[in-house]
């Protein structure tokens, strides 16, 4: 009977002192956090990366061309402002330009989209000069197709389709100095209208995966 009152006593004793332990870590994260959370940020960066899309494959079902595979690469330019944890971000997408061609590799038509967009971001500091990033906005974009070979006619007529598309992404920080972070970004636009003349008309998603830096001010 002592024996067992000896052990639970130890393990009490034990249990106290992990949860007094998770206590004060749990307030020194809390603490942290609030304080890198009343900072604020003005920011500028620029990424590249890889593009996926379907809006090409649906181009050369049309045309009764080939989709060229390759993964084409993007850029955007962005900037934005954090106040606490959640900001404001404005960026240009450049999605890449697309081929279709025919089994000799002759190109017949093009595809390529660009897009505006505006994002409301959160920021969450995760230690170690790590912040989580978290963004949803609108994407204004437009997409111009260009009829390379036996054009003039129905569907293969040069057009540029502007819409509007939903945006949602996730990503990572980290500062590698006082002013200058690295970023890694998922991002997904949904639903861009597309056209080949205005009798075949389309809709088609990208995701993007970039990296970049940015710079604070």
Known sequence: MRTNLWVKGILREAIVKIAATMFAALVGVLAGSQVHAQSSSTYLGVSGGAVWTDAANSVATVSSGIHDESVPNGFKVYGGRIWDRFGLEFAYYNLGKYDIVDINGAILDQLETRALAVSGVYAAPLGQGYTFIAKLGIAFTEAEYDCQSVCGT???????????????????????SSNIALRMEFEHIGNVRHGMSNAVKFNDGYDMFSVGLHLNF
């Open 154 to 176: 129905v569907p293969f007529i040069d057009t540029k389709r502007r819409g509007n598309s939903g945006l949602i992404g996730l990503g990572v920080t980290s500062q590698m």
